[in-house]
C-alpha cells in the first residue's frame, strides 16, 4: 500500500490556506501534518512534521524564504503567493534541481482561469488590441495580479513582431487612468469587497470586441489546482511555473 503524502500548508490561517486546509485532511492519499503561521518557528515546523509538500500562501516578502527552507528540508514547494521576483522564482528552481525535488510557482491554482488564459493565448494573433482587467478582494497586497501580469505577457509574446496597438491620451486629467502597461497591453487593476479573483481580458478589432473573462466565486477555486499540483510534483522531480505547463497547455 503506497504511503499518502504528508502535505503541510504555510500561511493556513489565510485567506487561501483556511479552504484548502479542509480540502487536504478530506484527500484521498494524503495526510495534512499541519500548518505554520507568520512568526512560527519554519526550522523546527519542518524537522518535526517532515512534510514532502509544502504548500504556501503566504505574503510576497516571505514566500521565498519558507519555500527555500521548505526544499532544503526536502520538500517540494507548491507556491501559490503572487508577487514573487523573477529571480527569486529562478532561485527557487535551481535549489530543487540542485535537491532533485518537484516544485511549482503558479500565478493561480484555479483551472478555469488557467484555461481564460490559454484561450486568450489562441485570439491573440486575431486582434489589434487587448487590455486586460482584474477584480481583487480589497485585502490583496500586490496590483497587478501575478494572473494579469503573466497574462499580459503571454498576450504579447504571441504578437511577435507585431505588437499590440495600445492608444494613449492626448490628454490624461487622472493619472494612471489608463492603467499600466506591460508589451502594450494595458492592465487595469480593481480593489472593492465583494470580490474573490475575477478577470477579463478584451480584444478589440474595427466593429467588434471578444471578451474572455473568469469569475471565482470561492476560494474553493483553487483547491483542485492544489491538489493536482501535490500529486505532480511528488510523482516527478520537474519545476513547472504555472499551473499551465502542469496541464501541459
Known amino acids: 500500500m503506497t504511503e499518502p503524502i504528508r502535505v503541510a500548508v504555510s500561511g493556513y490561517r489565510g485567506r487561501v490556506g483556511s479552504v484548502l486546509v479542509p480540502a487536504l485532511q478530506s484527500e484521498p492519499g494524503i495526510e495534512y501534518v499541519g500548518g505554520i503561521g507568520h512568526g512560527d518557528d519554519l526550522a523546527a515546523f519542518l524537522h518535526q512534521k517532515r512534510p514532502r509538500v509544502l504548500v504556501d500562501f503566504t505574503r510576497p516578502s516571505e514566500a521565498l524564504h519558507i519555500a527555500l527552507a521548505a526544499v532544503a528540508a526536502g520538500a517540494s514547494p507548491v507556491v501559490g503567493t503572487t508577487g514573487i521576483p523573477a529571480d527569486g522564482i529562478d532561485k527557487l528552481e535551481t535549489a530543487c534541481k540542485d535537491k532533485g525535488l518537484g516544485g511549482i510557482v503558479a500565478p493561480n491554482f484555479a483551472v478555469g482561469a488557467v484555461l481564460m488564459m490559454h484561450l486568450a493565448e489562441m485570439a491573440a494573433p486575431h486582434f489589434e488590441a487587448v487590455e486586460v482587467i482584474e477584480m481583487h478582494h480589497a485585502g490583496k497586497l500586490d496590483a497587478p495580479s501575478g494572473t494579469a501580469l503573466s497574462t499580459a505577457r503571454r498576450l504579447a509574446s504571441k504578437r511577435g513582431e507585431k505588437p499590440f496597438a495600445h492608444r494613449k491620451p492626448e490628454k490624461e486629467t487622472l493619472a494612471g487612468t489608463r492603467g499600466g502597461e506591460e508589451g502594450n497591453v494595458a492592465v487595469h487593476s480593481v480593489r472593492l469587497p465583494g470580490f474573490v479573483a475575477d478577470q477579463e481580458v478584451i480584444f478589440g478589432l474595427p466593429g467588434q470586441t ?19 499540483a501535490i500529486r505532480r510534483v511528488v510523482e516527478s522531480p520537474r519545476f513547472y511555473r504555472g499551473l499551465d505547463q502542469l496541464l501541459g497547455l
Open 210 to 228: 471578444l471578451t474572455i473573462a473568469h469569475r471565482t466565486t470561492s476560494r474553493e477555486a483553487y483547491a483542485p489546482g492544489v491538489l493536482l
